[in-house]
């Protein structure tokens, strides 16, 4: 299959899909929308998830479950084997403690992967998460070979190993954002009829962050447009933070009595 050639630096602001929507305005009452309701008339298709064989529901649940941010993780295995791999079960827990969330498929109902096993099995060597870059993607990439558990990704990768402050486990010198975490908490996830432990959870106490200077905006956050994060789509694909479009939060105390004249009093809210 022929592709067009990546093109570099193509993040910009717009406006929403629907910048004139006012509360309670339905979804086919503006274009975009009326388009978008036209592919109901193609019906729906309904999967039993209980009764789904188990490849074709991945497949499905991670093409829909989308974008979804990559953990590139570093740990070290009880007999010093150092690892890198990335995850895209993978998101923010909570701010205060700081936690982050990673899930790990199993290989097999007996067999953790490499990444879990060490994290359980080496909790004092800690781990590290960093983010990937466009311009590293490849390298991360290649490290979701299924290498033998002797054997270091990191070489494959081309990408740099840099000392940790608190953790034993490296990050990534090339990540402009990595964190160093510590094993909170594991949590074996069981099939609810056959008993079996199919994937293990892991919560990550997020001790130390480094982000580079160059990707802070003048607020102290992380601007998108210079930390060129991806993410991971279905099958083999990724994705890029490409355009982005500001829709702000609404306030009750800004925003209530209009809510109340245009809707009345139905409540919403969401997290």
């Excluded at 990595?178 to 959870?201: A, N, R, V």
Aim: aromatic share 8%; net charge negative; hydrophobic share 35%.
């Amino acid at each position: 299959m022929s592709i067009p050639a990546f093109k570099p630096d193509s993040f910009t602001y717009t406006d929403s899909p629907n910048p004139s929507w006012s509360y309670g305005q339905p979804v086919a009452s503006s274009p975009v929308g009326k388009e978008w309701l036209k592919g109901e008339d193609e019906g729906w298709k309904l999967v039993n998830a209980e009764t789904e064989n188990p490849g074709s529901l991945y497949a499905l649940m991670v093409s829909g479950i989308v974008p979804r941010p990559v953990a590139f993780v570093s740990s070290i295995s009880e007999d010093g084997v150092e690892n890198l791999s990335p995850f895209s079960w993978f998101n923010m827990v909570t701010h205060s403690p700081p936690v982050v969330s990673i899930s790990f498929a199993s290989k097999s109902p007996s067999s953790l992967k490499d990444t879990a096993q060490n994290i359980i099995s080496n909790p004092s060597a800690g781990f590290t998460v960093n983010i990937i870059s466009e311009p590293f993607v490849e390298g991360a990439n290649a490290t979701a070979v299924d290498a033998p558990a002797e054997v270091s990704e990191w070489g494959v990768s081309g990408l740099t190993k840099e000392a940790s402050l608190k953790v034993k486990a490296a990050r990534v010198k090339e990540s402009a954002f990595s964190m160093e975490c510590e094993l909170l908490q594991s949590i074996p996830i069981t099939h609810p009829e056959t008993g079996i432990s199919t994937t293990t959870l892991i919560l990550g106490l997020v001790k130390y962050i480094h982000v580079r200077n160059d990707v802070l905006t003048p607020k102290g956050t992380v601007d998108p447009a210079k930390l060129k994060a991806v993410s991971r789509l279905g099958d083999i694909s990724y994705a890029r933070v490409g355009d982005a479009f500001r829709l702000g939060r609404p306030a009750w105390k800004d925003e209530g009595e209009r809510i109340l004249a245009e809707v009345g009093g139905r409540n919403g809210e969401r997290n």
